[in-house]
């Protein structure tokens, strides 16, 4: 049988992705950052980062496909649904937008 960790328990197809994403915490002191997805879907994405402040549960803003200096960009409230350690020292973090 398998195991539910083993599961794919995505509600979404994730697509392979490299998009700029900056990401601002909102119940944290930790500064905004700006990163590229991995892989995205209609409901979340998932990006790599040095920062080790991300925690599961952290509600955060994102800004897809940002571009500093563009008046039009819109943020999405969103959720940390996962952190996990990566074997080269950075974060591997995954957002679900609320």
Do not use: C
């Amino acid at each position: 049988m398998e195991s539910i960790k083993a599961r794919d328990r995505r509600k979404a197809p994730r697509v392979k992705l490299s998009q700029p994403v900056r990401i601002r915490p909102l119940d944290d002191h930790s500064s905004e950052e700006v990163s590229n997805t991995e892989n995205v879907s209609k409901s979340g994405l998932y990006f790599k980062t040095s920062s080790g402040h991300y925690y599961e549960g952290m509600n955060v803003s994102v800004v897809r496909n940002f571009h500093a200096g563009d008046p039009q960009h819109r943020e999405e409230t969103a959720k940390v649904v996962r952190v996990e350690r990566l074997s080269d020292g950075r974060w591997g973090v995954a957002i679900r937008i609320l």
